[in-house]
């Protein structure tokens, strides 16, 4: 179709520069002019759409690689009907491999209709070895396959394939690589994710993350300053510093929050995630004494049992992790505690999971991700004797969520009638003419009023609290 021959090929790729992000825009160009010719002879722009599945790194990783491919010419669309479509997958659970399966499969009949479709699949799901086997002999209409390490590649790949039309796949096993300084596509004008470091290097013995993601590289603190620095110039007022556990931040977690808090236009800085193991009592006197800080700190769980979290590698007691809650909640006034717990995980016990109830009651969590274990092949978990059966798991999950549930609604009903800022994010899904937004400490508020607010700083009295959000009347 829009293959150029193998000679034109060699040539461009000889005078490709060996430098990054350099090579990476000099594909980006070749991709564009011969893109641009083939969407002259369709009479129409071509269209591209990515799907992100996953945690916010994932939805970091989808901003860059949509601005890859809106630089070479693509026009983003919400519908999987487009000529480019990609799934940035996640592996966290089994769960969403299987949807990432289904969808793929539905996806074969758009490109049945369209044969200038071409599909990419990207992502943690891409670092599995049996995955990625199992998609080049049974989905052979997924033409580029890569994987966390080199998602800065994507024009380079994608390169390759509009010359040859051949499935091309490219996985690194790991880096030490991060390459800045590449275009990006914000998906909310007036907020944005910032990456501090990338990998895990805590190998919780249920998790996947450290073997799809890497080892743990920190960006230096100038380069995230001039990144931050930039977008709020562009008009962005919240940043939030991802990691997979921020206070491993080589250098300096809460020195550099001080200094993203000091940048021109910034008016809110959110972090995720922390791990209990490494909370330090410096971070928490910096967000005590940052109010543009938000009031809120996601502290991973897990389990309330020593015994568990022994086997799951957590390195923290349940002493530790009670202690450490109640020093944050009494040094910080206002601060929501958020956390993810697993339930199930291998020879839990009923004791044990009442271990974790206790803790959700004195903890009190304003909010809680609650999940049934999922064996991931590769961990030292999914080798542990005593699987805990499934209808053992759902029983406790459905006895740990009405407690959190509970949990919630209590701690929403404290700041009912007060009155609280929020950044307002978008028009009500079910009705326009409400506005939803969040407070500091991450609770959504639904209010009447214009849409001239979005991006925008409004304060909103909390007339009633439901259950996780309010309803509120914009001042
Ligand atoms: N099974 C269930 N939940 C998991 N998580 C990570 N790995 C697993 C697994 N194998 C949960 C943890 C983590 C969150 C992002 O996902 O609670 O904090
Ligand atoms: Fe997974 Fe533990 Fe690393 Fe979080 S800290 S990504 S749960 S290994």
Request: charged fraction near 25%; hydrophobic fraction near 35%.
């Amino acid at each position: 179709m829009y293959y150029i021959d193998e000679e034109l090929k060699q040539n461009i790729l000889s005078e490709a520069p060996s430098d990054e992000p350099a090579r990476q825009l000099f594909f980006i160009e070749e991709c564009r002019k011969i893109l641009s010719e083939r969407a002259e002879e369709l009479k129409r722009h071509l269209t591209c759409c990515v799907n992100t599945f996953g945690c916010q790194m994932n939805a970091k990783d989808s901003e860059k690689l949509l601005g890859i491919l809106t630089q070479i010419g693509y026009v983003p669309v919400e519908t999987e009907d487009a000529d480019f479509v990609l799934y940035n997958t996640c592996t966290v659970r089994e769960h969403a491999n299987v949807r990432v399966y289904g969808r793929l499969g539905v996806l074969k009949h758009s490109k049945d209709k369209n044969p200038d479709m071409i599909i990419a699949l990207c992502g943690c799901m891409m670092q599995e070895e049996q995955v990625v086997e199992k998609i080049r002999k049974s989905y052979r209409h997924v033409n580029i396959i890569f994987g966390t390490h080199n998602v800065y590649m994507l024009a380079e790949l994608l390169f390759d394939y509009l010359c040859t039309g051949i499935n091309r796949t490219e996985i690194l096993k790991g880096t030490d690589r991060i390459v800045e300084e590449l275009p990006s596509e914000r998906k909310y004008p007036f907020k944005c994710g910032i990456n501090i470091m990338y990998g895990c290097n805590n190998f919780c013995s249920y998790c996947i993350v450290p073997y799809v993601r890497g080892r743990e590289r920190s960006r230096r603190r100038e380069d995230i300053l001039r990144e931050i620095r930039n977008v709020a110039a562009q008009g962005v007022i919240e940043v939030m510093l991802l990691g997979q556990n921020v206070n491993s931040y080589e250098y300096d977690f809460p020195g550099l929050l001080e200094e993203v808090c000091a940048i021109d236009g910034i008016k809110r800085v959110r972090f995720m995630t922390s791990h209990p193991k490494d909370l330090s009592d410096d971070l928490i006197r910096v967000v005590r004494d940052n109010p543009k800080i938000a009031r809120h700190i996601h502290l991973p769980l897990q389990s309330g049992s020593s015994r568990i979290l022994k086997l799951m590698n957590r390195k923290y007691t349940k002493e530790d992790y009670l202690d450490l809650a109640f020093r944050i909640r009494q040094n910080i006034p206002g601060i929501a505690l958020t956390t993810d717990i697993i339930v199930g995980f291998p020879g839990e016990s009923e004791e044990d999971f009442i271990e974790t109830m206790d803790v959700v009651e004195q903890v009190r969590f304003d909010s809680a991700f609650t999940f049934i274990y999922s064996k991931r092949s590769g961990t030292a978990a999914a080798k542990m004797a005593d699987q805990v059966p499934k209808d053992v798991a759902d029983e406790r999950f459905g006895r740990l969520l009405a407690l959190c549930q509970s949990c919630s609604k209590e701690q929403t009903l404290k700041y009912q009638g007060t009155t609280g800022e929020v950044l307002v994010e978008g028009t009500n899904a079910k009705d326009p003419s409400y506005l939803s937004g969040r407070l500091s400490n991450n609770s959504i508020v639904h209010f009447k009023g214009n849409s001239g607010l979005i991006g925008k700083m409004a304060q909103v009295r909390l007339d009633e609290a439901k259950g996780f959000y309010y309803t509120g009347t914009l001042l």
